[in-house]
């Protein structure tokens, strides 16, 4: 339970930081952030899946960079679905999951602190 309330919490931040950093991103209330935050996980979970399975072939084809288009695409839709949360743009939405995925993986380390880097090797057999 604890690591599902970092990652709400770390993307409730992320969302609202980026609303003060993007002039096309826009929260009526603090009620709006909290749901955005909430449905965004589960649209992040649910949808977005579904999303880059379908566009696989046009995601490998432009080297991944479509999963930015799915990225942006999952947030509007999550603004169009909550009252009171405005994006202005697809190009807003796109340059604004990318800092709130960065903002939002700061806080979740800070928070549950389970990014580790493994200092073994493994080099098998043949080394």
């Known amino acids: 339970m604890?690591?599902?309330?970092?990652?709400?919490?770390?993307?409730?931040?992320?969302?609202?930081?980026?609303?003060?950093?993007?002039s096309g991103i826009k929260f009526e209330s603090a009620g709006a952030l909290i749901v955005s935050a909430l449905l965004l996980g589960f649209a992040n979970t649910l949808i977005k899946p579904l999303l880059v399975l379908l566009t696989l072939p046009i995601t490998f084809f432009t080297f991944g960079i479509f999963l930015l288009v799915i990225n942006g695409a999952?947030?509007?839709?999550?603004?169009?679905?909550?009252?009171?949360?405005?994006?202005?743009?697809?190009?807003?939405?796109?340059?604004?999951?990318?800092?709130?995925?960065?903002?939002?993986?700061?806080?979740?380390?800070?928070?549950?602190?389970?990014?580790v880097v493994s200092t073994t090797s493994n080099k098998g057999p043949w080394v």
């Open 2 to 22: 604890m690591p599902f309330l970092a990652q709400w919490a770390a993307t409730t931040i992320a969302l609202w930081a980026s609303s003060y950093m993007f």
């Open 74 to 115: 999952v947030l509007m839709l999550v603004s169009s679905l909550v009252k009171g949360f405005v994006v202005s743009s697809l190009g807003t939405a796109i340059i604004a999951s990318i800092v709130i995925s960065i903002i939002s993986f700061l806080i979740k380390i800070a928070l549950i602190g389970d990014f």
